[in-house]
């Protein structure tokens, strides 16, 4: 059984920061695409961020471009989301996702429906 694990979420002053970690079990992600997530209070559930297997390639929503990172451990199966000057519409529910097929371009691993695997989601609060 798949599973993702989502943690690092908090309550934050705009302008901090926050570490997401998404720790996978169950099996291997080789070759698969793994992603970030997030839903504000009665909003659609937007695409935040994405990156390859290798760790090489990244894609970024222009809402958080520049200001947050994605990054992996492979040998740890873990996704980070580094989120730094952070502000208060960054607050919502971080989900990760994985099971994105890599076509040549990670914006094709940009909308829900390119994942098979979710966590359950992590809060992320930035008060003003």
């Known amino acids: 059984q798949v599973q993702l694990v989502e943690s690092g979420g908090g309550l934050v002053q705009a302008g901090g920061s926050l570490r997401l970690s998404c720790a996978s079990s169950?099996?291997?992600?080789?070759?698969?695409?793994m992603g970030w997530f997030r839903q504000a209070p009665g909003k659609e559930r937007d695409f935040v961020s994405a990156?390859?297997?290798?760790?090489?390639?990244?894609y970024y929503a222009t809402s958080v471009k520049d200001r947050f990172t994605i990054s992996r451990d492979k040998a740890k199966n873990t996704v980070y989301l580094q989120m730094n000057s952070l502000k208060p519409e960054d607050t919502a529910v971080y989900y990760c996702?994985?099971?994105?097929?890599?076509?040549?371009?990670?914006?094709?691993?940009?909308?829900?429906?390119?994942?098979?695997?979710w966590g359950q989601g992590t809060q992320v609060t930035v008060s003003s």
């Open positions: 996702a994985a099971g994105c097929r890599y076509t040549g371009s990670l914006s094709t691993c940009s909308t829900q429906s390119g994942y098979d695997f």
């Open positions: 169950g099996r291997t992600f080789s070759g698969i695409v």
């Open positions: 990156i390859t297997w290798s760790g090489i390639s990244t």
